[in-house]
């Protein structure tokens, strides 16, 4: 199963960008969509994560400035970066998780998120 993760790219430290991860529809129903991060020198780390239902988190680091949305009808997971600090420098991948019967893991090739001071 290929995920597609697009957006990442330069930007100022206070700027926006927004991510976009597209997957089958037909690995949603049941499955948790999620975002991580993982930053020269460091564990990836979960970001954010939505439900098939709706539902979602984010991480405390992100709090307030992140959003995590969704549109099951056309397979897509988004994730909107508001105020950016180069703290949030990393490569970002977007991630399909189910795990009841049948459970899977899919992970998106990486897009790089760098912010400039």
């Known amino acids: 199963v290929q995920l597609q993760a697009s957006g990442g790219g330069l930007v100022q430290a206070g700027g926006s960008l927004r991510l976009s991860c597209a997957f089958p529809?037909?690995?949603?129903?049941?499955?948790?969509m999620g975002w991580y991060r993982q930053a020269p020198g460091k564990e990836r780390e979960l970001v954010a994560r939505i439900t098939s239902g709706g539902t979602s988190d984010v991480a405390a680091s992100v709090k307030g400035r992140f959003t995590i949305s969704a549109d099951n009808s056309k397979g897509m997971v988004f994730l909107l970066m508001n105020s950016l600090v180069p703290e949030d420098t990393a490569i970002y991948y977007c991630?399909?998780?189910?795990?009841?019967?049948?459970?899977?893991?899919?992970w998106g090739r990486g897009t790089l998120v760098t912010v400039s001071s």
């Open positions: 991630n399909v998780k189910r795990t009841i019967t049948p459970t899977y893991t899919f």
């Open positions: 529809k037909s690995i949603i129903g049941g499955a948790t």
